[in-house]
């Protein structure tokens, strides 16, 4: 599929660790204070960005959950970051433990050369 991006999406992996104000809060206090505190600024400050949730408080005891976020460049990374700052997502609900960010087969990109992957049936 032909596009017309000259530059690869940024991927960020946000490893998190939830907070005991969030923990104390119920599920649906969570979900309504996700949707109505976090996501509308995430939709008003930024453009290009998607999200996904894991879960991994059942293996780690200091990152609970990774965020992974794709963001159609480093503009809107960075708009991301400066909007879930504004937000009690931010050191309130989660504290932000790493960022790992960065592009998918950089270097097959920079040498010019066919990413190599695993593939198994």
């Known amino acids: 599929m032909p596009t017309d991006r000259t530059e690869p999406p940024v991927t960020a992996f946000m490893l998190v660790k ?23 600024v995430i939709q008003a400050r930024t453009r290009g960005v998607r999200s996904r949730f894991y879960d991994t408080e059942f293996y780690s005891a200091r990152v609970t959950d990774i965020w992974v976020w794709e963001a159609d460049d480093h503009d809107a990374y960075r ?22 960010v960065g592009t998918e087969n950089g270097y097959a990109r920079t040498y010019d050369l066919e990413p190599v992957a695993t593939l198994t049936t």
Do not use: N
């Open 18 to 40: 939830t907070t005991p104000e969030w923990l104390a809060m119920t599920v649906a206090e969570r979900v309504q204070a996700f949707t109505t505190q976090v996501v509308p």
């Open 79 to 100: 708009l991301l970051i400066d909007a879930l700052r504004e937000t009690p997502f931010w050191d309130r609900y989660f504290d932000v433990v790493d960022l790992l």
